[in-house]
Each structure stands twice: as structure tokens, then as C-alpha cells.
């Protein structure tokens, strides 16, 4: 009786200068003939995570300071976290203002007859509560809703109508940074409390900022100031809740919609590709999310980057069975499909 090839779902994240589905296809190239491959891209936020969002149907745009990614039915937008500009986060780390993404979310509406929005906020530098974000969208107030939180001490009133009239009957998806799915926006445990003790920053400074989020949230949204992930991403959590929206992890949501666990529930092995897997990073989010899941589903998870820093042990307490250096070589996707051929050698032959 002929023996069963094995099932390799390769389900990767951007590796150096390749998307993430790039890097996935690459790394399965190394197993062509010697298993069944399913591939997906995955990604934590970013310009990877639009990437990973538009491939392989879609389309994807660079924008002026951000990006936008589309298919039929929903678009995605995003900041560029290298380029934030007019946040104010260099200047003040309390002081930033959402009004960049706002506008890049304004610009990605234009014309566009959508079911689903997905807002990144993983690369804003903002401490506003979603502020800016609304007034670029049309809210509107009797203070400068998009020059930061300082203004926001005095608000007493907002309009949030024409806004939530842009987002009718559309599911509107905001994509918080890692661990920041559960942040409360304010008190001792608020996101101005942490970022400021962390910077060591004056207790009065701190309360004054919180007092005016605390103003802005109970016109805002009375009802979600206090909600976990409201805090996430300086509080921009907030202003998507606002709208009636909801808040996922970014690597979470793109699992779920490429079909992650469907996939891996049929395999029998999963390879997966990063830029740096130490124990400072841990692979990052899209890691993470792969080794809980498969956990759940009792499958092996292999890890490929050009960057090993963990001892076996510490892998396989995250859940990942081993990790494996990139192969060396100035071409990325030469690299990786010579590494998923050397671990093909190995893991099919179980088969």
C-alpha cells in the first residue's frame, strides 16, 4: 500500500524584503514534490499586513505616509509607522493626534461601496482617543478635535452623525497592536497612566491628559470608555468602538480571514518564516498567533528566519517544535526555498 504524502500548510510572515505571502510560496517551493502545500501570508500590521490582506486577488496601494489594500466588498487602510506625519509623537509622547489616519481613511472611502473596513492602527503614534481619526472623517466639536488631547480638556460638545452616516451597515474591523486587545484608555491602568510611567513622566502631566481623554470619551462613546481595547493605540480603540465598531489582534484577523484554521485542520505539518525569532521577539505576532493555534489543533510548527536566538526548550514552551536558520545567500527566496527543501528532507521522510 503506497504511503499517504504528507500535508504541509506553509503559513509565513514578510521575511526581510519579501511580502508574506512571497515569503510563503518561496519557503513551499522547497517542498514541491515531496508534499501536499497549502500556502497563506500572514502579518501583525504594517504594510505586510496590507500586503498580506491584498494578496493574492486583490489590489494594494502606497499612499502619501500610509497604504491602502481592496478587494470587492471591503478595504483596508493603514500609516506608515517610519513616515507619522504631524502625530506629534516625537515632540510629546501624550500629544499625538490620529487626524493622518482619519484622512487616509477618508481618502479610502471616496467612491467605494464597501461591507467591511479595516482601520490599522498598529504603526499610529497617536494619544487622542481617536479625536483626530473622527474630525478628518466629520465629526465635528466645539474644540480643535485634531491638534492632539490637550485641546480636549475643555470639549463639551461633539457630533459624531455625519461619521457614523459614512459607516452604515458596514463592518468596521480596528486592528490594535499586539497585547493591546485588552488596554483600558483610562486611570491607573489607562494607556496615559503606562505610557507615562514608563517614560517617567510628571504625575501631573498624566492626569491632566487622562482628564481630558475622560472628557472626550464620555461625549464620544459614554458607554465604551471603560471597555477593554479602548486604550489600544493611544486610545484610538476607542473611537472604533465608537462608531460600532470592533477591535482584533491583526495577525488574529488575518488568520481568520485566509481560512487558517480550515487549512490547519487538514495538515499535517506547518512551516512558518520570520524576520527574527529571539527571545526578545518571539517571531512576533504572526508567530504567536500560529503557535496557540496549533497548539489547539495538536500539529507541529516549524519556525524559518535568518535570525535564531532561542534555545529549543524555549521554543517549544511558546509551542513551536523547532527553528531553523535561513540558508545563506543575497537572494531572500532562493534562501528560503533551499531551507524548506533541507527540512522537507527530514520531515516528509516521517510520512
Known amino acids: 500500500m503506497p504511503q499517504r504524502r504528507p500535508r504541509v500548510l506553509v503559513a509565513g510572515g514578510p521575511v526581510r524584503?519579501?511580502?508574506?505571502?512571497?515569503?510563503?510560496?518561496?519557503?513551499?517551493?522547497?517542498?514541491?514534490?515531496?508534499?501536499?502545500?497549502?500556502?497563506?501570508?500572514?502579518?501583525?500590521?504594517?504594510?505586510?499586513?496590507?500586503?498580506?490582506?491584498?494578496?493574492?486577488?486583490?489590489?494594494?496601494?502606497?499612499?502619501?505616509?500610509?497604504?491602502?489594500?481592496?478587494?470587492?466588498?471591503?478595504?483596508?487602510?493603514?500609516?506608515?509607522?517610519?513616515?507619522?506625519?504631524?502625530?506629534?509623537?516625537?515632540?510629546?509622547?501624550?500629544?499625538?493626534s490620529s487626524a493622518a489616519l482619519g484622512r487616509l481613511v477618508g481618502y479610502a472611502l471616496q467612491g467605494a461601496s464597501t461591507r467591511q473596513v479595516v482601520v490599522d492602527l498598529t504603526g499610529l503614534h497617536a494619544h487622542d482617543a481617536g479625536a483626530g481619526l473622527l474630525a478628518a472623517l466629520g465629526a465635528t466639536g466645539d474644540v480643535e478635535l485634531g491638534a492632539g488631547p490637550e485641546p480636549l480638556v475643555a470639549i463639551s460638545r461633539l457630533d459624531l452623525d455625519a461619521v457614523r452616516a459614512r459607516f452604515a451597515g458596514c463592518d468596521l474591523v480596528g486592528l490594535v497592536p499586539p497585547g493591546q486587545t485588552d488596554d483600558l484608555?483610562?486611570?491607573?491602568?489607562?494607556?496615559?497612566?503606562?505610557?507615562?510611567?514608563?517614560?517617567?513622566?510628571?504625575?501631573?502631566?498624566?492626569?491632566?491628559?487622562?482628564?481630558?481623554?475622560?472628557?472626550?470619551?464620555?461625549?464620544?462613546?459614554?458607554?465604551?470608555?471603560?471597555?477593554?481595547?479602548?486604550?489600544?493605540?493611544g486610545g484610538v480603540g476607542l473611537a472604533i468602538l465608537a462608531l460600532g465598531g470592533r477591535l482584533a489582534g491583526g495577525a488574529a484577523f488575518c488568520a481568520d480571514r485566509s481560512g487558517l484554521d480550515r487549512s490547519l485542520g487538514a495538515a499535517d505539518l506547518v512551516v512558518s518564516g520570520c524576520d527574527s525569532f529571539d527571545f526578545g521577539s518571539r517571531g512576533g505576532g504572526v508567530i504567536g498567533e500560529l503557535a496557540r493555534r496549533c497548539e489547539a489543533a495538536e500539529t507541529p510548527l516549524v519556525v524559518v528566519s535568518p535570525l535564531i536566538g532561542m534555545s529549543g526548550r524555549e521554543m517549544r514552551v511558546m509551542g513551536v517544535e523547532s527553528g531553523h536558520p535561513l540558508e545563506p545567500g543575497a537572494n531572500t527566496s532562493a534562501a528560503l526555498t533551499a531551507t524548506g527543501r533541507r527540512l522537507a528532507a527530514g520531515w516528509t521522510a516521517r510520512w
Request: cysteine-free; charged content about 20%.
Open 17 to 96: 524584503e519579501l511580502s508574506p505571502r512571497a515569503a510563503a510560496v518561496a519557503l513551499a517551493r522547497g517542498f514541491a514534490g515531496a508534499a501536499d502545500l497549502a500556502v497563506i501570508g500572514l502579518a501583525e500590521g504594517g504594510t505586510a499586513l496590507g500586503r498580506a490582506l491584498a494578496e493574492p486577488d486583490g489590489e494594494f496601494e502606497t499612499l502619501s505616509a500610509g497604504w491602502l489594500a481592496r478587494a470587492d466588498g471591503w478595504v483596508a487602510v493603514g500609516v506608515d509607522p517610519a513616515d507619522p506625519p504631524g502625530q506629534g509623537a516625537a515632540a510629546d509622547p501624550l500629544g499625538g
Open 185 to 233: 484608555l483610562l486611570g491607573l491602568r489607562g494607556v496615559t497612566s503606562r505610557r507615562g510611567r514608563e517614560l517617567g513622566l510628571p504625575a501631573e502631566t498624566m492626569l491632566a491628559v487622562d482628564a481630558a481623554l475622560e472628557r472626550f470619551a464620555a461625549l464620544a462613546a459614554p458607554g465604551s470608555a471603560r471597555t477593554p481595547g479602548a486604550g489600544a493605540a
